[in-house]
């Protein structure tokens, strides 16, 4: 039930902007709590869940005529993007988006493989730590790439990410 609600806590922090969203989360405990006894296969669904929406939310930015969500990042440092720079931009948000549609899938594979141990180890260990090196690996080949660009740190990023509103948009 606990699961439950923290699936549908995220879900309506994304996708729910109506005032009495904060309905949700209980609302859905309850319901597993009382609809399911034998609720073992809930805790699937998180890892499933976050990842697709972290799909979702940088995919949705690769429609014709928005912003690629790595290019507003980018913009945050650099004011205006050169054509090359927007281009590489695209592909990272393309990449992340990648990155978390695999992610979520090994995870459902893995959980329907019945090795328990294996899904735990993907999810609680390997899925971070993806998420991390390209993270950082991408931080330090853009350095080497774009040298005559300014460069934030990723501490720094993560900062000017947490203050804008690049979310909401």
């Given at each position: 039930a606990l699961l439950a609600a923290l699936a549908a806590y995220v879900a309506s922090s994304f996708f729910i902007k109506h005032p009495l969203r904060w309905l949700l989360p209980p609302a859905a405990a309850i319901s597993v709590f009382f609809?399911?006894?034998?609720?073992?296969?809930?805790?699937?669904?998180?890892?499933?869940?976050?990842n697709l929406a972290l799909c979702w939310l940088f995919g949705r930015t690769l429609?014709?005529?928005?912003?690629?969500?790595?290019?507003?990042?980018?913009?945050?440092?650099?004011?205006?993007?050169?054509?090359?720079?927007?281009?590489?931009?695209?592909?990272?948000?393309?990449?992340?988006?990648?990155?978390?549609?695999?992610?979520?899938v090994a995870s459902v594979v893995?959980?329907?493989?019945?090795?328990?141990?294996?899904?735990?180890?993907?999810?609680?260990?390997?899925n971070y730590l993806l998420v991390a090196v390209l993270f950082l690996g991408e931080f330090?080949?853009?350095r080497l790439r774009f040298r005559s660009y300014r460069h934030h740190s990723p501490l720094q990023l993560l900062r000017n990410v947490r203050r804008s509103n690049l979310f909401e948009r």
């Open positions: 609809a399911s006894p034998d609720a073992g296969w809930l805790l699937y669904i998180p890892p499933v869940a976050i429609a014709r005529g928005r912003l690629p969500l790595i290019a507003r990042f980018a913009m945050m440092e650099q004011g205006t993007l050169s054509p090359e720079l927007a281009s590489y931009t695209r592909r990272l948000t393309w990449l992340w988006t990648l990155l978390f549609a695999g992610a979520a893995l959980a329907l493989s019945g090795s328990r141990d294996a899904w735990s180890l993907f999810t609680n260990f390997l330090a080949y853009r």
